[in-house]
């Protein structure tokens, strides 16, 4: 495993258990309405972005769901059900894998819902496996966005749906200035981020690749108001204690926070969607 990973790995294994405690099963934002305005509870907006991006992509159905990078199965124990379907996860987390394997045997959806440890750049599966290959908030993480991107069309049977939602920068020109390539670097040391790109970029990318369908949206309003919560959650007893337990890289994954609300405001931090589809097989 790269370096990259192993530091991601290690990340996770440490702070998902946390994270769960405070927050419950999902690793991502939540959606707060279109502007970011409505109030209601941290853990809804987390299942109304479930929601909602499902709606935004025109999913209704799926038979086989490919999570990649799939935490400790939020999703994909939410798709399982929903959809009655089979989900495949996969992180890079041995902890994560557990906690969903778990999570999966206490839903009674251990056959439907299946976990591994597996790199998403290489995914332990035949190509054209799923009809839905969803991640959410992983693309942030990977080493090579185009090359995530290709193994995620390759993933997808003629016909399939690829949805991914992701942290971006902002949309070029102008180009980025060294006060924001400053705040991308702490960013990326925080979060274990190799690089992000701008949603601009990734639909380029989708081009190339020979995605159909393609559309991308700015969802950074509507998502924006989850980092309030966070530093609100940080700040309860429990989680101070529980901070000091998981070690320092979670400490700085918590100061971090104010990166991303800053990100949010001047504009430089994006929350990305992209759609994607695979041609079906003629005749
Ligand atoms: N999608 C989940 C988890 C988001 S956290 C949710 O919304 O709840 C980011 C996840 O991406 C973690 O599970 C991490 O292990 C995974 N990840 C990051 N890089 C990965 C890679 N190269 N291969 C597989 N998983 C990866």
Redesign the pocket.
Known sequence: MNDI?TD??KF?DASSRLWEETWG????HGYYGPDGTEKKDDYQAQVDLIEEFLKWGGVSNAEHIL??????G??SLYLAKKFNCRVAG????PF?VNRARERAANANLETQATFEV????KPPFDPGTFDLVWS???GE??PDKRQFLQTCFDMLSPGGTFLMATWCHRNQPPALTKSEDEQLKKLYDAYHLPYIISIEDYAQHAVDIGFTDIKTTDWSDAVAPFWQAVVRSVFQIKSISGLVQSGWSTIRGAMAMSLMIRGYRNGLIRFGLLQGKKLKDKG
Do not use: F, K, R
């Open positions: 990973n991601i790995q996770y099963e999902h690793m991502h999570d990649s990078g799939c935490g400790i939020g999703s996969i992180t890079l987390s994560q597996a790199d998403a750049m959410l908030e992983s993480h990977m």
